[in-house]
């Protein structure tokens, strides 16, 4: 009958860190390890009373995060219906464990998989584990990747950068070339006025002895003609 199914809560409770841990508990009357669960009461919700069986058996606060699923099997002739909640837990424990549980463990989802007792609990955690906690590891990995990406774009673009400065230093500036060419004309222009003074010079020196040499041929040709002036006269009677 529906009235006689036991109904129970619990949660994989996992603790962040350098690594994710899931708690399992040992139960004080049989020394068996289990997921951290329980009865719930008369009028408890399920999500409510899976909370509460996880902070009494863990003694650490949790968050409830999301439905993973439930497990059923027969416990004294009835059927039993456990659901489990993915809880995140605090770092640090808040409460005492309760009488019922001896101890309480923080392992790595496969070395918690080979403690727990059941093999019922051992392949639902195996489903849900593989579901849940690799599933935010490899959220964990997306990002490093992007930050890792992103220190390489970041480091490629500052490469880039060294690498342009170094050729503009390499590189004279257009306000050198600028100058230097100024140089260059400026040098030209002199070397230009220097052949046109030459030259200048040249044209006087040969004017002036062209000047000079027409002086003394028409010296000579005054004296010639004086001469020949004096000695006619000197023949005439």
Do not use: C
Not at 12 to 35: E, F, T
Not at 58 to 83: C, D, M, N, S, W
Not at 88 to 112: T, Y
Not at 187 to 214: D, E, H, I, P, Y
Request: aromatic residues 4%; hydrophobic residues 40%; without cysteine.
């Amino acid at each position: 009958m529906a009235g006689k199914v036991i109904h129970a809560a619990g949660g994989i409770v996992v603790r962040n860190g350098a690594r994710r841990l899931v708690a399992v508990v040992q139960r004080s009357k049989d020394d068996r390890w289990v997921l951290p669960r329980g009865k719930l009461k008369a009028t408890e919700r399920p999500v409510v009373g899976a909370q509460r069986e996880v902070v009494e058996e863990t003694g650490h606060r949790v968050r409830v995060r999301e439905f993973l699923g439930a497990i059923t099997y027969r416990a004294r002739g009835r059927p039993k219906v456990v659901q489990f909640w993915y809880m995140q837990a605090a770092a640090r424990p808040s409460h005492d464990l309760m009488g019922d549980i001896a101890a309480v463990e923080w392992l790595p989802l496969k070395a918690a998989i080979r403690r727990l007792s059941y093999p019922l609990e051992k392949l639902f955690l195996r489903s849900v584990g593989r579901r849940a906690i690799p599933r935010r590891k490899k959220a964990a990995r997306r990002k490093k990747r992007k930050a890792k990406s992103l220190a390489k774009s970041l480091a490629k673009s500052l490469a880039k950068s060294l690498a342009r400065k170094k050729a503009r230093a390499k590189t004279p500036r257009p306000a050198k070339r600028r100058h230097a060419r100024r140089k260059t004309t400026s040098k030209t222009a002199n070397k230009a006025t220097a052949k046109t003074r030459a030259t200048r010079l040249r044209t006087r020196k040969a004017l002036s002895a062209t000047v000079v040499t027409a002086a003394r041929a028409e010296r000579r040709g005054m004296l010639q003609r004086m001469l020949g002036t004096l000695g006619r006269k000197a023949a005439t009677p």
